[in-house]
């Protein structure tokens, strides 16, 4: 199979051939390349970064972001569950909207600071 490399913007164009129950990765510059190829097989993860409402009509959405990766087939629910949330009250910056979301291991975070732009 082909897939680019998501690692970084140069976008190399990984060929991925499974022999013998061993993952061969070729067309890569770097060995993130290899480790991004190698993953996408055996566990493909990603981080999610999107918004959350808040109640604030002069700070309607605020950045949030998953702390670690997640496997890739719980993007979905993960999303599900952060577009249930609604903040209420003015957080600072890398505070913990969700822990464990969806029990993958990782927590919800958010990536502004409310504190600057809302005094409350
Ligand atoms: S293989 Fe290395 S150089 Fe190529 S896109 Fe991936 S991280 Fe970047």
Redesign the pocket.
Known sequence: MNLT?I??P???LLTIEIQDSEVIVEG???L??KR?GEKEVKNPTRTIATTVKTIYPELPVVSVRTASEIPKEDIFKVMEEINKVIIDKVYPIGTVLISNVCRTGADIITTSDMTRIINK
């Open positions: 490399c690692e970084c140069k976008g190399c890569y510059d770097c993130r390349g991004f």
